[in-house]
Nanobody, 124 residues
Framework: QVLLVESGGGLVQAGGSLSLSCAAS????????MGWFRQAPGKEREFVAG????????YKTDSVQGRFVISRDNAKNTIYLQMNSLKPKDTANYYC?????????????????WGQGTQVTVSS
């Protein structure tokens, strides 16, 4: 059984930082494109950041670039999302996702494996 398990969410004040982790089990994703998405109440799930197996990264628009950093440890089958200078608008449930190939875009449909999500709440 393939599982993606996120951890590291929580409540933080605006300006603070959180570090999310996503550990995969059941198969290796060392060559797969991996990503982080988020979904706020009443809104669609949106792409936050993605990373290929060589470490090449893609970020959502200017709203997170420069504040969030995605990384991966292929040996641990784990990806990370370091979130700095958090803002209340970053409040959402954050999901880890794995694509089926070495590349994926920003659409949720391109990812075949999903974690259960971890809640991030940023207070003002």
């Amino acid at each position: 059984q393939v599982l993606l398990v996120e951890s590291g969410g929580g409540l933080v004040q605006a300006g603070g930082s959180l570090s999310l982790s996503c550990a995969a089990s059941g198969r290796t994703f060392s060559r797969n494109y991996m990503g982080w998405f988020r979904q706020a109440p009443g809104k669609e799930r949106e792409f936050v950041a993605g990373i290929n197996w060589l470490g090449g990264t893609t970020y959502k628009t200017d709203s997170v670039q420069g504040r969030f950093v995605i990384s991966r440890d292929n040996a641990k089958n784990t990806i990370y999302l370091q979130m700095n200078s958090l803002k209340p608008k970053d409040t959402a449930n954050y999901y880890c996702a794995a694509g089926s190939l070495s590349w994926a875009g920003r659409g949720a449909s391109e990812y075949g494996y999903w974690g259960q999500g971890t809640q991030v709440t940023v207070s003002s």
